[in-house]
């Protein structure tokens, strides 16, 4: 089943793998999607804040955002010059995320936040979660509207929805498929190659430009809740064979 396979992934020596523990890091991700696929697919970065001091003296910019580079779903997004709480983000400087997910790869990853341009200069891009099994993309959840309607749809590699869903309530609509989704399939292919198993590839596309967002190790932490709860098994085929 899928989720007893992430919780195997979760608890083996596997994530201890350095270039696993690597690309966990948001700031040292960037480094590896240079080197494997190039630059232009590299959200900017445009401040690494290494200190809570450094969060006090750095002049945010008016529309940016800001997360932990050594945790996960935290994020701050500032689009109209609005007031910071500055001591949210300095807080982050005391996360281990180790402690809360036991996800061994952010144990040792030293606290730093970084603050990039908003993609496609808007809070929510559509975004495409591309499931990778030894470096062959698998299904992909697409999430769109995230912050108002979170229309949320797997589809498998061709573009064909399935009739379950991951954590939301299955989108009851089309979503259409990217013009450069060819392209997508192929950065996640070249991406997830070298990972023994499991690998997910975060994109963001508009449909002419693709930016990777993140290579998320474990999905759900290994507590995805499937709708309906039977459609764990037919994902589990689908992505493991």
């Known amino acids: 089943m899928y989720n007893d396979a992430m919780y195997s ?48 003296t750095y002049d945010f910019p008016s529309v940016c955002c800001i997360k932990p580079t050594h945790s996960s779903g935290f994020v701050v997004f500032r689009s109209n010059d609005e007031p910071l709480d500055l001591n949210e983000i300095k807080r982050w400087f005391k996360l281990n995320y180790y402690d809360w997910q036991r996800e061994v790869n952010y144990r040792y990853l030293k606290p730093k936040v970084i603050v990039e341009p908003l993609i496609f200069s ?26 108002t309607d979170n229309k949320n749809q797997l589809l498998d590699t061709n573009w064909n929805a399935l009739d379950y869903s991951i954590r939301y309530p299955r989108f009851q609509g089309e979503i259409e498929k990217p013009r ?20 997910r590839v975060d994109l963001y596309s508009n449909g002419e430009e693709i930016k990777v967002g993140e290579l998320t190790n474990i999905s759900g932490g290994g ?19």
């Open 122 to 147: 808007t809070k929510n891009p559509a975004d495409y979660k591309v499931y990778c099994n030894d470096g062959a993309p698998k299904a992909i959840a697409v999430i769109q509207d995230r912050h």
């Open 223 to 241: 507590e995805s809740i499937f709708l309906p709860a039977s459609s764990e098994k037919e994902f589990s085929r689908l992505l493991f064979g």
């Open 9 to 56: 992934l979760k608890t083996s020596r596997e994530l201890l793998d350095p270039v696993r523990v690597f690309v966990s890091d948001k700031e040292y991700v960037k480094l590896y999607i240079k080197a494997t696929i190039g630059d232009e697919y590299n959200v900017p970065t445009l401040k690494v804040l290494k200190s809570p001091e450094e969060v006090d």
């Open 180 to 199: 450069n989704f060819e392209e997508m399939m192929e950065v996640a292919t070249t991406l997830s190659k070298g990972f023994d198993g499991f690998i």
